[in-house]
């Protein structure tokens, strides 16, 4: 289901309509705030978010705030939440999406500079990571090695060296907007999906972000479980690449 609430003009970079989508479960306390700082870095983008079966306000204070919002009816995980984000920008005919958390992590004030970067590599994908200019929130010292460990199997496995991959601060355009509105990987998307796209020989690059500590909501991975869960995303990234051989 689709409220419609205010939009900017739709011109993204370059004539390129593009859209903001922000996933949110369970973010009454900052998805507004959210919502206005990517509103004030980027008037000329247009936002979407999608409520991901929110069990608080998270659904009302959107449609309170006049946002268009995608409404969930179940929690299907950050995977479900974006590829929907993506099936609305297909069917709406925006050229570029850039997925800003609802959490508060994400620092709009670079999805311009994304976009700029973007263009000038002709990329598919920028990810913003916190680790190339090590300023601001660097998560915590499991979840950073945990982070090396996955750039390391990536470089093996693809030849690139991507810093930052379970980043979800990043933006893609054309045809892997399509392509993603289709088939999105559900259960750990982040770095599925670079390894998905450095298979198929597109180009990923990376642009330093500030991220911000999380400021509320439910993280959709744990620090509970860190061990387990680097063991399913290796076992997913490996079945991924068998996939698209």
Aim: a neutral charge.
């Amino acid at each position: 289901m689709v409220s419609s609430g205010d939009h900017g003009s739709g011109s993204g970079n370059r004539g390129e309509k593009t859209l903001v989508i922000i996933p949110a479960y369970n973010e009454e306390k900052h998805v507004a705030d959210q919502y206005r700082e990517v509103r004030k870095a980027a008037p000329a983008y247009d936002v979407v978010v999608v409520n991901d079966g929110s069990e608080d306000r998270t659904l009302s204070l959107c449609r309170e705030n006049g946002m268009t919002v995608l409404d969930l009816a179940v929690n299907l995980g950050i995977g479900g939440a974006m590829q929907a984000g993506y099936r609305y920008a297909a069917e709406n005919g925006y050229g570029i999406a850039v997925q800003v958390d609802g959490d508060g992590q994400h620092d709009p004030a670079f999805v311009r500079d994304m976009a700029e970067k973007l263009m000038a590599e002709n990329a598919d994908m920028v990810i913003g990571s916190r680790f190339l200019a090590r300023d601001g929130y660097q998560s915590t010292a499991m979840r950073r090695m945990g982070i090396r460990y996955l750039s390391l199997l990536i470089r093996l496995l693809t030849g690139q060296r991507i810093t930052d991959p379970t980043s979800g601060f990043r933006m893609i355009r054309g045809e892997v907007i399509e392509a993603f509105a289709e088939d999105y990987p559900q259960d750990y998307p982040e770095p599925e999906s670079v390894v998905r796209l450095l298979q198929q020989g597109r180009k990923v690059t990376e642009i330093p972000v500030r991220m911000r500590e999380r400021a509320g909501g439910k993280s959709s991975i744990g620090f509970r479980g860190s061990v387990y869960y680097l063991f399913k995303v290796t076992a997913a990234i490996l079945l991924e690449r068998m996939r698209r051989r």
